[in-house]
């Protein structure tokens, strides 16, 4: 046995050492930094008479209608595919194949798999095992190292066991580098490193109805079985690029921003991004500040809003460890307000909890039904995105770039990004933003990027074009009970699960944050949460009724993907844009992330674990076992 691979002579049960070492110390930055100038944090007030009139919603519609269509991805195969190899970690900790047992077996090592861990652990299980394709935990926080990484959603609420970590981040807004860092120690204190295999990509998974396990076949060559399942393996994790004609002819140095190539030096180079999401908002302030030229390709601009980043206060410190529970309480009082604009300007009192409600009074004395609500929103949001606009016209001097900048959509729709660096970097002599709007980059030759026949000619091109979202992109090939695997179920029949969490025939797999799973709004770290403690009662609910298995009703998912397709229809015009929200237009309601609110999916949970209803608890094997499974 390697050194990788050894026995616990305590319990008899393997502990595994497979960490791989870091590639270089290159691999290192930080997130925003603290902007002192009051005018670059300031959202500028609405307009006078700003109104979401018939020209102003003529006006959003055309700026969606002129770019269906236009996205076009493809994934990282082929020749293209040595862009998603892992840049940060040495190769892999050689060890033997295993082709033993485990009780639960979880694919991924990012926030949710280390928060199900510790809830697991809590509860008792210990026979629990990793499947990690990175070399370190992290998931999105390992692969994506670009500079000025930091998270969105304030730190504080974002980072998952502050309180049982002890640990208070040092500023609102994280750098991911520290975020990393955070999930390492986290790793170690809660001795997950033991249970990980890292570098070890799941290729398949087999419901085997004979003996009531999954089969789990790895890259590593690996062929173990569990009695459960738990997908952790993210939302948005499988890179895609844009698919340019040319795009294999370029001779400069390419990679895609999850995959940041630190050993190319973009000091005093031409560089070019392709895309503006909330990646390229981070990215651009920061390579800014040492290439020679900057060229950002935008087809569609997103939202800037203010981040008003600062450094934890020393009375912070000292005083939100004395309530109790502290980090839950501020992130259950956070996911009271994220479900509209998110950049919670003043509301810091409301989070600590020092004053009750950050609401302002009702401007209505009745009841509004859910059209009437959207019709609010709509109004309010197309205020906010008033003020998204004049912050442009603010801020970048040029009034042909400032034009360009400002987006035509609903706040929301596409995700929200905040800075208060991006904007200013447009009015540098070396930055240059070339709009490819409505269809984006078509085109590009050894030398760089062709549009509209002009040649902006690259030392190095880099692909900001984000990621697949939620579907089974990411997920390994899954086969249930009927000889299906779950993209072919999905792709038949559309999205159904129920409550995200189970997906009929396939008994004893938990998705977690996956596809109509709901339990939080914007902070996805308190959906995780809510999916771990749902993954600890399905088990633990197995093993006190002496069951070897659990799934659900082909009627519970029905009627939980009809809710979910509701759902989405309802607050559908507050994405009405060409969004991956949307699957750029083309997902089928109620079939991508679920739209019912965190209270909604936790209220129907509740009632399903009060009645048992919507599952299916077995004992013994279902007969006939089909031929398949027997063999
Ligand atoms: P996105 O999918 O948001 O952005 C992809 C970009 O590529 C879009 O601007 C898209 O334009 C553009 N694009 C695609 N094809 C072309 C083309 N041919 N020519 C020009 N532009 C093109 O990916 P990101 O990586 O930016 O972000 C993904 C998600 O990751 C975020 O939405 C967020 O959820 C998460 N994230 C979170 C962060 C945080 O918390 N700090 C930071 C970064 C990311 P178009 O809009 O027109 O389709």
């Not at 019709?375 to 442009?392: G, W």
Request: proline share 5%; with cysteine; hydrophobic share 35%.
């Amino acid at each position: 046995m390697s050194t990788a691979v050894r026995i616990d002579p305590a319990t008899g049960r393997k502990i595994f050492n497979t960490r791989a070492a870091k590639s270089t110390d290159k691999i290192a930055g930080k997130g925003y930094s603290i902007v002192a100038d009051e005018r670059l944090k300031t959202l500028p007030p609405p307009p006078p008479g700003a109104v979401f009139n018939a020209e102003e919603q003529r006006k959003y519609r055309e700026y969606k209608e002129v770019r269906q269509g236009a996205a076009d991805y493809m994934r990282l195969e082929g020749e293209f595919a040595k862009y998603l190899e892992d840049v940060y970690s040495e190769p892999p900790v050689a060890r033997e194949a295993l082709t033993d047992e485990c009780e639960i077996l979880v694919i991924g090592a990012g926030f949710g798999a280390l928060l199900l861990w510790y809830r697991l652990r809590d509860a008792g299980f210990t026979d629990v095992r990793f499947c990690e394709k990175g070399g370190d935990v992290g998931g999105t926080w390992y692969w994506n190292r670009y500079p000025g990484i930091a998270c969105d959603v304030e730190s504080y609420s974002y980072l998952p066991l502050l309180e049982e970590m002890g640990h208070i981040p040092a500023m609102k807004f994280a750098s991911g580098f520290e975020i990393l860092e955070y999930c390492q120690t986290m790793a170690e204190r809660f001795g997950f490193y033991d249970r990980c295999l890292f570098h070890t990509t799941v290729e398949k998974t087999d419901w085997d109805e004979a003996s009531g396990r999954w089969i789990i076949n790895t890259d590593r060559g690996d062929a173990m079985r569990a009695r459960y399942v738990v997908l952790a393996n993210g939302i948005l994790t499988t890179p895609k690029l844009a698919r340019i004609k040319g795009m294999e002819t370029f001779k400069g140095e390419a990679f895609h921003t999850s995959r940041w190539n630190y050993h190319v030096d973009l000091k005093d180079k031409r560089v070019g991004i392709i895309g503006t999401g909330a990646t390229a908002v981070q990215v651009v302030p920061e390579i800014a500040k040492v290439v020679k030229e900057l060229y950002v390709f935008q087809r569609t601009s997103s939202s800037i809003d203010v981040r008003d980043q600062r450094a934890t206060t020393p009375e912070e410190y000292e005083t939100w460890p004395n309530e109790p529970n502290w980090a839950v309480q501020r992130r259950e009082r956070l996911a009271t307000i994220s479900a509209g604009r998110t950049a919670l300007q003043g509301n810091d009192d409301f989070l600590a909890g020092k004053v009750q409600d950050y609401r302002e009074r009702r401007q209505h004395n009745r009841k509004l039904t859910p059209e009437e609500m959207i019709q609010r929103q709509l109004e309010s949001n197309f205020r906010i995105m008033e003020q998204i606009r004049a912050r442009v016209d603010a801020i970048v001097k040029d009034p042909k770039t400032a034009a360009a900048l400002k987006p035509y959509y609903p706040y929301g729709c596409k995700r929200p990004t905040f800075h208060d660096e991006y904007l200013p970097t447009f009015n540098l002599p070396h930055v240059h933003l070339v709009d490819t709007a409505p269809i984006g980059v078509k085109e590009i030759n050894e030398r760089g990027v062709v549009h509209d026949g002009v040649e902006y000619p690259l030392d190095v091109l880099i692909y900001a074009t984000g990621f697949e979202w939620m579907g089974t992109g990411s997920f390994n090939m899954i086969r249930g009970r009927d000889g299906r695997t779950l993209k072919e179920k999905w792709e038949s029949e559309g999205t159904k699960t129920f409550l995200g969490m189970h997906s009929s025939g396939f008994p004893n797999l938990f998705i977690m944050n996956g596809p109509q799973g709901g339990g939080g709004q914007f902070n996805f770290t308190r959906v995780s949460e809510m999916h771990a403690s749902y993954v600890v009662w399905a088990i633990q609910t197995i093993k006190d009724r002496g069951a070897r298995s659990i799934d659900v009703t082909r009627e519970a998912e029905e009627e939980y993907a009809q809710h979910c397709a509701e759902m989405d229809l309802l607050s559908a015009p507050l994405r009405d844009c060409v969004s991956y929200y949307n699957g750029d237009g083309n997902a089928k309601p109620g079939s991508l992330a679920y739209y019912g609110g965190g209270q909604r999916w936790h209220e129907r949970r509740m009632a399903a674990q009060q009645s048992m209803a919507p599952y299916v608890l077995e004992t013994a094997p279902r007969s006939p076992v089909p031929a398949k499974a027997a063999e």
